[in-house]
């Protein structure tokens, strides 16, 4: 089997298959950047709404807890599907990277606002209610008082979630999205070793999550240490 | 006039469990008012509906003759403006120097000049015997050095009625002293104040009135005299003389 895996490497590593390989990894990468990154802005936006009072503001509290509490629960595979059809019921024509994206960042608005809600309430009542009661108005108490402390609590499930998306896109292959996992099927189906094949996929992952893992540590260690002055 | 009136008032947390019913209460200008009670009875939810934190649901409330309408952000900005409030812990913002937990609310809530501010809350933690602590970070303090910036701070709002939330509760017995010395300071000062305090001999010497608060009500007011000495009310006899016996 050695054997035969070092009489394809020069075969497998050519200047062709590279750039598949490295489009494809760049297509992963994309998927999770963008997907995390709208998913970390709309996850805010929706803590941001859950955190209104009154009852003119009860079906806006409604909509985003059911929105939340439906789509954590549901498989990334079948809201992929679930989006596919619903733009093809439509009559929309989107690519398949396009459904991949928008599932993503269906589902990642869901986790990440949980992350984040979590985060605020870890921060004591009493930081909230002094800076009310100093007429702090609701930008100014997250932006002076309770993002600075909420930080270090959220970056470390937000990032051990990112890198656990990364893997997840790997579904998107289902669809025929071409990342990572897809492509190294498709060199596998051309007759390469699975080993060489799954194997270049499977460092390729960790050439992505690995420095992730690593900026969420630095950054994490930078926001939680250094206080505002 | 009374500083602060209120009428009639009642507040819950959830629909149809009212923690504050029928409280009726004058605090004249300079007065200083202790709430006593168990635990439970209602006090905090007091001080949070004064401040402006809980509107409640029903009653009036009347700060220096305007009437609060606890629905109105306008209403609501202008008493917050007058007045302050210190809780029993976790009062400072954790992230911020002692310097910057003064500063920031006249800074930049109230878009004051940075250099006077920084003047006047370098006086009044002078006045509160942390002039050498500008720097330090809140969990470098001791509670009750805490709970001193807690107090410099919610001078530079420069309040006319400052509410202080049992402020001495959390900290260890040697360190409730140099906090309430801090209050009678204040206290001489002439300044409007509610206190939530169990400190019966702090209660007692600076109260210029007691009112007495069970199951949400207030039972009884009067002189620190009245209170302690000759209580009118069964439920204030039974809790004083269990408070003294300690
Ligand atoms: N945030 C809250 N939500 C629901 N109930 C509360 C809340 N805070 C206080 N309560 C209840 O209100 C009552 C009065 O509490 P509180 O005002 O804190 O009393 P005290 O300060 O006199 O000990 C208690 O029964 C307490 O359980
Ligand atoms: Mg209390």
Redesign the interface.
């Known amino acids: 089997m050695i054997e035969r895996i070092v009489d394809e490497i020069p075969r497998f590593f050519t200047w062709y298959n590279t750039i598949f390989f490295l489009q494809a990894m760049g297509v992963t990468l994309a998927l999770t950047l963008i997907g995390c990154g709208l998913g970390s802005i709309f996850g805010f936006a929706l803590v941001y709404g859950r955190q209104t009072r009154g009852r003119l503001f009860t079906p806006v509290r409604v909509l985003i807890v059911g929105y939340v509490e439906i789509f954590r629960r549901i498989p990334f595979l079948v809201l992929l599907f679930i989006v596919l059809f619903t733009t093809e019921g439509f009559g929309v024509r989107v690519s398949f990277f396009g459904i991949a994206l928008i599932a993503i960042c269906v589902i990642s608005t869901a986790y990440i606002s949980e992350i984040i809600r979590a985060g605020f309430e870890a921060i004591h009542r009493n930081q909230w209610d002094a800076a009310e009661a100093m007429n702090f108005g609701r930008v100014a108490t997250l932006r002076y008082v309770i993002m600075p402390q909420a930080w270090k609590v959220i970056l470390p499930p937000a990032f051990a979630y990112f890198v656990m998306f990364i893997k997840d896109t790997a579904l998107a292959s289902q669809m025929g999205v071409l990342e990572l996992t897809r492509v190294a099927k498709i060199f596998n189906d051309r007759g390469y070793s699975a080993f060489l094949t799954f194997g270049t996929c499977l460092l390729l992952y960790f050439i992505l999550s690995y420095p992730l893992t690593r900026f969420g540590q630095r950054l994490e260690r930078r926001l939680a240490s250094s206080r505002n002055r | 006039m009374p500083h602060l009136e209120i009428a009639d008032l009642s507040a819950s947390y959830e629909k149809g469990v009212d923690v504050l019913s029928g409280i009726d209460l004058q605090v004249e200008r300079g007065e200083i008012l202790s709430l006593i009670g168990p635990s439970g009875s209602g006090k905090s939810t007091l001080l949070?509906v004064i401040?402006?934190?809980l509107p409640p649901d029903s009653g009036r409330m009347v700060v220096d003759g305007t009437p609060v309408n606890f629905h109105d952000k306008r209403s609501l900005?202008d008493l917050?403006?007058r007045?302050?409030?210190v809780?029993q812990?976790?009062?400072?913002?954790?992230?911020?120097?002692v310097m910057?937990n003064v500063t920031?609310?006249p800074t930049?809530?109230?878009k004051r000049a940075a250099a006077s501010v920084r003047a006047e809350a370098e006086a009044l933690l002078e006045k509160v015997g942390l002039g050498d602590k500008h720097d330090a970070?809140p969990d470098e303090l001791s509670g009750g050095q805490q709970q001193r910036v807690a107090i410099a701070r919610a001078l530079a709002?420069k309040p006319e009625i400052l509410l202080l939330d049992e402020v001495t509760s959390a900290l260890d017995p040697e360190l409730v002293n140099e906090v309430l010395d801090a209050v009678r300071v204040l206290a001489g000062e002439g300044m409007t104040m509610v206190v939530v305090s169990h400190e019966m001999g702090f209660v007692r010497e600076v109260s210029t009135r007691v009112a007495m608060m069970d199951e949400g009500r207030i039972v009884e007011t009067g002189t620190p005299e009245e209170i302690f000495d000759r209580p009118s009310a069964g439920r204030t006899r039974d809790f004083v003389a269990k408070i003294l016996r300690g």
């Open positions: 949070r401040v402006g934190l900005r917050r403006g007045c302050a409030i809780f812990q976790y009062n400072l913002f954790q992230n911020m120097n910057r920031i609310a930049k809530i109230k970070y709002l």
